[in-house]
T-cell receptor, first 113, second 110 residues
């Protein structure tokens, strides 16, 4: 069964600290993996997208990694800010179809001053 | 560009009522879709469209209808609302692998 599992479910960190969110997937055949940030009451916004051949991709203080062999991805947030408080969603795409996206349930991050 | 817009932002319905959730995009994207987001679950695809006049079912289509008469608009109709349809609904448009979400509609069915 095609699944995307994220951990932890929720996380609290202090402002300025780093954190890493995890995403494990069993989607096959794999096409690409995206990380989205969803602020409370808003729609998800894309942070990064990685294909099979990419190991790392950065977007400012956000760095995503992908290990296609172990089917794991991580999102590392450096020097967290209060505005990083949001849900982070991992989405894996099948090969060959617009409609074939599998969404993780997300990790809810709270950054405290 | 306004991107993807959705109305209303909030809605409360009684069981059995019908309504239409509006979605529009001004980016000339061919692909549009509707998702629902429930607590503790990933977004689930309800219906999608690959262009004007073409729609298809997603993972959870029961109780919902869609139509796509123009590239810009993709309304979602609830035929007879049920409490199980209480959720947050997101419309999205997509181009070259990048998906753009609207701000969502929070629907409560009592």
């Amino acid at each position: 069964k095609n699944q995307v599992e994220q951990s932890p479910q929720s996380l609290i960190i202090l402002e300025g600290k780093n954190c890493t969110l995890q995403c494990n997937y069993t989607v096959s055949p794999f096409s690409n993996l995206r990380w989205y940030k969803q602020d409370t009451g808003r729609g998800p916004v894309s942070l990064t997208i990685m294909t099979f051949s990419e190991n790392t991709k950065s977007n400012g203080r956000y760095t995503a990694t992908l290990d296609a062999d172990t089917k794991q991805s991580s999102l590392h947030i450096t020097a967290s800010q209060l505005s990083d408080s949001a849900s982070y969603i991992c989405v894996v795409s099948f090969s060959g179809g617009y409609n074939k996206l599998i969404f993780g349930a997300g990790t809810r991050l709270a950054v405290h001053p | 560009n306004a991107g993807v817009t959705q109305t209303p932002k909030f809605q409360v319905l009684k069981t059995g009522q019908s309504m239409t959730l509006q979605c529009a995009q001004d980016m000339n994207h061919e692909y549009m879709s509707w998702y629902r987001q429930d607590p503790g679950m990933g977004l689930r695809l309800i219906h999608y469209s690959v262009g004007a006049g073409i729609t298809d079912q997603g993972e959870v289509p029961n109780g919902y209808n869609v139509s796509r008469s123009t590239t810009e608009d993709f309304p979602l109709r609830l035929l007879s609302a049920a409490p199980s349809q209480t959720s947050v609904y997101f419309c999205a448009s997509r181009r070259q692998g990048e998906q753009y979400f609207g701000p969502g509609t929070r629907l409560t069915v009592t």
